[in-house]
T-cell receptor
Framework: GQQLNQSPQSMFIQEGEDVSMNCTSSSIFNTWLWYKQDPGEGPVLLIALYKAGELTSNGRLTAQFGITRKDSFLNISASIPSDVGIYFCAGQRTSVSRLTFGEGTQLTVNP | ETGVTQSPTHLIKTRGQQVTLRCSSQSGHNTVSWYQQALGQGPQFIFQYYREEENGRGNFPPRFSGLQFPNYSSELNVNALELDDSALYLC????????????FGEGSRLTVL
């Protein structure tokens, strides 16, 4: 079963607002990744984090790899309607190929 | 450069039947992983294939099996379908065994009646 706790489950915001979501785990991961899934599509990689404490940006998105290696957060600044979708965190352990996904955060942006 | 393609996109089966889902990996990618995504859940790892061999398996019974072909395309087979097998099956390719940077297809939506 899932080992990652992702919150919040859903968010309803106004266009232009900033968004923050996070993911926690009871065990350590060596890589944290954030994916976005649009309806009828597969997940698309947004950001990958490889080092504890790392802060990485991709346009309006910023993600951090927690110091304990048990958590990560994703921030979206100045949200726009196309940010709507489901955001998933995923963790990976060294030498293990599989990703463990959170249950997702459903983001709705009102114009 | 072609992305990951999956077929069929939707299918309906009855309990006890068998199903085969197909996946073509992104060009240049030699590793294929399969994930099951139940409604409202995150994807769950089924297994991964590299050089035509299974390399890692999640918590799925043996009736879930797969193949990888020399051109890196892959199949997922599920025997003796159960109602709980209804889900979106996602194929993802990657440029190596250990990377978490996966490229997903659009998925095959399986409904078991």
């Amino acid at each position: 079963g899932q080992q990652l706790n992702q919150s919040p489950q859903s968010m309803f915001i106004q266009e232009g607002e900033d968004v923050s979501m996070n993911c926690t785990s009871s065990s350590i991961f060596n890589t944290w990744l954030w994916y976005k899934q649009d309806p009828g599509e597969g997940p698309v990689l947004l950001i990958a984090l490889y080092k504890a404490g790392e802060l990485t940006s991709n346009g309006r998105l910023t993600a951090q790899f927690g110091i304990t290696r048990k958590d990560s957060f994703l921030n979206i600044s100045a949200s726009i309607p196309s940010d709507v979708g489901i955001y998933f965190c995923a963790g990976q352990r060294t030498s293990v190929s599989r990703l463990t996904f959170g249950e997702g955060t459903q983001l709705t942006v009102n114009p | 450069e072609t992305g990951v393609t999956q077929s069929p996109t939707h299918l309906i089966k009855t309990r006890g039947q068998q199903v085969t889902l197909r996946c073509s990996s992104q060009s240049g990618h030699n590793t294929v992983s399969w994930y099951q995504q139940a409604l409202g859940q995150g994807p769950q790892f089924i297994f991964q294939y590299y050089r035509e061999e299974e390399n890692g398996r999640g918590n799925f019974p043996p009736r879930f099996s797969g193949l990888q072909f020399p051109n890196y395309s892959s199949e997922l087979n599920v025997n003796a379908l159960e109602l709980d097998d209804s889900a979106l099956y996602l194929c993802a390719s990657s440029a190596g065994l250990d990377t978490g940077e996966l490229f997903f297809g659009e998925g095959s939506r399986l409904t078991v009646l």
